[in-house]
C-alpha cells in the first residue's frame, strides 16, 4: 500500500556531509509525519529526526547543530541534511513514514530499506 525508499547513503571522511532523501508513494490519503532512525551494528534502532505535517521537527541530542531535516509535502519526500559527520554516525539509517491510506482509518507506520552511512575516522 506505501512504498518507502530512501536513497542518498555512502562513505564520506570525518567532517564531510551527506544528504539523505526518503520518498513515500501508494495510496497515501495523508502523512501525519515522517522520520529518520538509525541502527548501528549491536545497537537498538534509534531516532535521528522526524518532522510532522505541521513541520515541527524533532532531533535526537547527538545530531542537534549537524543535522537538519526537511519535507516536500508536494512530493511526500523527506530529507536529511548531515553536515559535520562522526564516525559514531555510521549506521543504517531508515526512513519511517506514518500515513493514512486509502481504506483504511489510522495511521500506520511504514518503512524504508535503509540506506548505509559510513563515516571514517
Known amino acids: 500500500q506505501v512504498q518507502v525508499v530512501e536513497s542518498g547513503g555512502g562513505l564520506v571522511q570525518a567532517g564531510g556531509s551527506l544528504r539523505l532523501s526518503c520518498a513515500a508513494s501508494g495510496s497515501i490519503l495523508s502523512i501525519v509525519s515522517m522520520g529518520w532512525y538509525r541502527q548501528a551494528p549491536g545497537l537498538q534502532r534509534e531516532l535521528v529526526a522526524v518532522i510532522t505535517s505541521g513541520i515541527r521537527t524533532n532531533y535526537a541530542d547527538s545530531v542537534k547543530g549537524r543535522f537538519t531535516i526537511s519535507r516536500d509535502n508536494a512530493k511526500n519526500t523527506v530529507y536529511l541534511q548531515m553536515n559535520s559527520l562522526k564516525p559514531e554516525d555510521t549506521a543504517v539509517y531508515y526512513c519511517?513514514?506514518?500515513?493514512?491510506?486509502?481504506?483504511?482509518?489510522?495511521?500506520?507506520?511504514?518503512w524504508g530499506q535503509g540506506t548505509q552511512v559510513t563515516v571514517s575516522s
Open positions: 519511517k513514514t506514518t500515513a493514512v491510506v486509502v481504506g483504511q482509518v489510522y495511521a500506520y507506520d511504514y
